[in-house]
């Protein structure tokens, strides 16, 4: 069965520092999609960042981007210059091609930007 | 840019009753979803609709739940009769490809179902 783990239930970080949340992942199929969500407290899923399994490169995506270690099943998102309003839950999120077209997410990361 | 549209925004229902959610995926997605996420717990995969029909849909998709395009615009999903348990925010969310592309999901802000 697949299944994804975010480790840090809450993070904070300096406003303009970088910072890393983690996501890792169990699966045998060698054919995904790895997405990366954020949930401000108002509520809404805005998608981040997209990563395939296949993929040669990390993705980036302005300050998002995708540190993708598919040896040790690992997509942690790292945010640059992080800013207040990057204050939210970030969830990954994966979609396994042969199980379907779902996404299966992880319990999510409250990460909170001190200014 | 568009958007993912959910009506309405909160929803306070008796137990027993219908409750309809509804959605108005982005005009040229092809593929739809509805998805839970109940209070301070991880979002869930409920349904995925395409082509009229349903595709997927999780365990908690019981014979309570049911969805339907009833038009070219609009997707619902109906719980038939409420129970406690059923309160939680749903979300709508649309997508260009299936499952072997790479686009995302694209997400609606939400209905909070409130059960009393």
């Known amino acids: 069965a697949q299944k994804i783990t975010q480790t840090q239930p809450g993070m904070f970080v300096q406003e303009k520092e970088a910072v890393t949340l983690d996501c890792t992942y169990d699966t045998s199929d060698p054919s995904y999609g790895l997405f990366w969500y954020k949930q401000p407290s108002s509520g809404e899923m805005i998608f981040l960042i997209y990563q395939g399994s296949y993929d040669q490169q990390n993705a980036t995506e302005g300050r998002y981007s995708l540190n993708f270690q598919k040896a040790r099943k690992s997509a942690n998102l790292v945010i640059s210059a992080s800013q207040l309003g990057d204050s939210a839950m970030y969830f990954c999120a994966m979609r396994f091609p042969n199980a379907g077209n779902m996404l299966t997410f992880g319990g999510g990361t409250r990460l909170m930007v001190k200014p | 840019e568009p958007e993912v549209t959910q009506t309405p925004s909160h929803q306070v229902t008796q137990m027993g009753q219908e409750v309809i959610l509804r959605c108005v995926p982005i005009s040229n997605h092809l593929y739809f979803y509805w998805y839970r996420q109940i209070l301070g717990q991880k979002v869930e995969f409920l349904v995925s609709?395409?082509?009229?029909?349903?595709?997927?849909k999780s365990e908690i998709f019981d014979d309570q739940f049911s969805v339907e395009r009833p038009d070219g615009s609009n997707f619902t999903l109906k719980i038939r009769s409420t129970k406690l348990e059923d309160s939680a925010m749903y979300f709508c969310?649309?997508?260009?490809?299936?499952?072997?592309?790479?686009?995302?999901?694209?997400f609606g802000d939400g209905t909070r179902l409130s059960i009393l």
């Open positions: 969310a649309s997508s260009e490809g299936g499952q072997r592309s790479n686009q995302p999901q694209h």
């Open positions: 609709f395409y082509n009229n029909e349903i595709s997927e």
